[in-house]
C-alpha cells in the first residue's frame, strides 16, 4: 500500500496565484517527519519544508507553509504568490521513526505548471 | 550549509561495462546514504541505505549483485552497476544524513544519468 499519496498528477496555477499542492500520508509509527521537494528539469532535490509529527504549529517557509492536518493523515503544501519559477515537479516525503538510518519514502508527484 | 557532490552528472555507457557513481559530502560525516533511483515522469523509489563500515540494506526487488554499494568512508559512498544493460538507463541520485538539523537533515546530491546504449 502507498504509505504518500499525491492525487494529482498536473496542475496549472496562474501567476501570483496561491496553490495547494495535497498530501496524506498512512503510517502507524507516533514519530515521523513530512517533507516537500521541488525538483526542477534540472534534476536536483530543493527542500522546501518540513513538518515532524509532535510539532504543534504548520511549518512555514516564506512562501511556503505546510497545512499539517494530523487526525486526517494530510500535510499539504502551500505555496503563496506563484512565480513562473515554481514551475517543477513538487514531492511530499515522509520519514518514519527517529534513528539515523530512517528513509525517507516520496509520493509519486506533482507537476505544477505556473502559467504568466 | 551542508553539500553533497555527486559525480558523474551524467554517463554513457556500453551494454555489459560497469560503471560507478560516486557520492561524498563535502562538509560534513555522512553516517547514512541513501541511494534512490528515478524513471522519467516517475518518483524517486530508494534502492538502498548503507552505514559506512557496514553493508548496504538493499530495498525489496533490488539485486544487490547488480547494485554494489560501498560507505567505506564517512564523507564517501559510491553505487557500482554492474553489466549495465539498456533497461537499468535511469537518474541516480544519493542522499546523505549526517548533520544538523538532525530530524531533517538529509542532503541531496545532484543526481546522476546513466544511458546504456
Known amino acids: 500500500a502507498q504509505k504518500i499519496t499525491q492525487t494529482q498528477p498536473g496542475m496549472f496555477v496562474q501567476e501570483k496565484e496561491a496553490v495547494t499542492l495535497d498530501c496524506t500520508y498512512d503510517?502507524?509509527?507516533?514519530?515521523?517527519?513530512l517533507f516537500w521537494y521541488k525538483q526542477p528539469s534540472s534534476g536536483e532535490m530543493i527542500f522546501l519544508i518540513y513538518?515532524?509529527?509532535?510539532?504543534?504549529q504548520n511549518a512555514t517557509e516564506g512562501r511556503y507553509s505546510l497545512n499539517f492536518q494530523k487526525a486526517r493523515k494530510s500535510a499539504n503544501l502551500v505555496i503563496s504568490a506563484s512565480q513562473l519559477g515554481d514551475s517543477a515537479m513538487y514531492f511530499c516525503a515522509m520519514r518514519e521513526g527517529v534513528n539515523r538510518d530512517d528513509k525517507i519514502i516520496f509520493g509519486k508527484g506533482t507537476r505544477l505548471h505556473i502559467l504568466p | 550549509g551542508a553539500v553533497v557532490s555527486q559525480h558523474p552528472s551524467w554517463v554513457i555507457c556500453k551494454s555489459g561495462t560497469s560503471v560507478k557513481i560516486e557520492c561524498r559530502s563535502l562538509?560534513?560525516?555522512?553516517?547514512?546514504m541513501f541511494w534512490y533511483r528515478q524513471f522519467p515522469k516517475q518518483s524517486l523509489m530508494l534502492m538502498a541505505t548503507s552505514n559506512e563500515g557496514s553493508k548496504a540494506t538493499y530495498e525489496q526487488g533490488v539485486e544487490k549483485d547488480k547494485f554494489l554499494i560501498n560507505h567505506a568512508s564517512l564523507t564517501l559512498s559510491t553505487l557500482t552497476v554492474t553489466s549495465a544493460h539498456p533497461e537499468d538507463s535511469s537518474f541516480y541520485i544519493c542522499?546523505?544524513?549526517?548533520?544538523?538539523?538532525?530530524?531533517?537533515?538529509?542532503?541531496f546530491g545532484s543526481g546522476t544519468r546513466l544511458t546504456v546504449v
Open positions: 513538518q515532524g509529527s509532535y510539532d504543534q
Open positions: 542522499s546523505a544524513r549526517g548533520h544538523p538539523p538532525w530530524d531533517y537533515g538529509y542532503t
Open positions: 503510517t502507524s509509527d507516533p514519530s515521523y517527519g
Open positions: 562538509d560534513f560525516q555522512a553516517t547514512t
